[in-house]
């Protein structure tokens, strides 16, 4: 039987008969200088208009300086505009982009400075001006930050958290679109990799390896699951 521990976080079958396919891409769009970027996510803004989110190879490769980058292309693939958002200090990897009714714009990554692990969250307007940046401490020896999501003007950050014993945790932190944080839990039984979404009811399904793991709109552990193996794809 999985056991499933959950502790508070601070922060300072569909048929295919009579299915017909028809072309579905409008475009092909090449982005410049891909060999520059890794960590590709994407979004999309109220009118369809698409939303790019990439951090910088180089940062990267010398651990030195922290370049995010977001790109907004129309719907027919042309860019509307493209910016930079650079910091000196820390070194930045930008892991999940979202955007809100308002089309504004929120990044989640993770932010170095030397051996001090941080989590950020940027928010930019449609146009790509900077409307607030928060670092975070988790206050733990390693985190990984995984992804976002956005539900009744709640933003839910997913990730996993590695405590001062090498245990392994789960953890949601909760925010207002202002980036004021509300809230966080963390979570046991959790794999190296996964993700999670706000429900219907304002709950949280989240995925790590082969667990399966459903919390309540207040962070309270509601079920758990462990998937056979065919069904962890």
């Given amino acids: 039987m999985m056991k499933v521990y959950i502790r508070r976080l601070v922060l300072i079958c569909l048929s295919l008969g009579g299915m ?15 060999d520059k970027y890794f960590g590709q996510r ?6 369809g208009d698409v939303l790019v989110g990439n951090s910088s190879v180089e940062a990267l490769r010398t651990g030195g300086g922290g370049t995010v980058y977001l790109t907004r292309l129309d719907v027919c693939g042309n860019t509307s505009w493209s910016l930079a958002y650079h910091r ?21 990554g993770s932010a170095y400075i030397g051996l001090d692990e ?10 790509g ?35 001062f014993n090498t245990k392994k945790y789960g953890f949601i932190a909760v925010f207002n679109e202002s980036l004021s944080f509300r809230w966080g839990v963390k979570f046991t039984p959790f794999e190296s990799v996964g993700d999670a979404r ?23 552990w509601e079920w758990g699951k462990q998937l056979d193996e065919g069904m962890q794809q």
Avoid: W
């Avoid at 206050?139 to 539900?151: C, G, P, R």
């Fill in 129 to 163: 001006h900077i409307l607030k940046f928060q670092l975070f401490e988790p206050e733990t020896v390693d985190h990984f930050s995984y992804s976002i999501d956005l539900k009744d003007g709640l933003l839910m950050a997913y990730g996993l958290i590695l405590d």
């Fill in 20 to 34: 017909q396919l028809l072309p579905a891409q409008d475009y092909l769009k090449a982005l410049n200088d891909a």
């Fill in 118 to 127: 941080l989590i950020f969250l940027l928010k930019v307007d449609g146009k």
């Fill in 198 to 220: 706000i429900t219907n009811s304002g709950g949280f399904l989240c995925r790590s390896g082969p667990f399966l793991i459903k919390l309540s709109p207040e962070g309270q």
């Fill in 42 to 47: 994407i979004s999309h803004f109220s009118n």
């Fill in 88 to 108: 000196d200090e820390e070194y930045m990897e930008i892991k999940d982009v979202i955007v809100n009714e308002a089309d504004e714009i929120f990044a989640y």
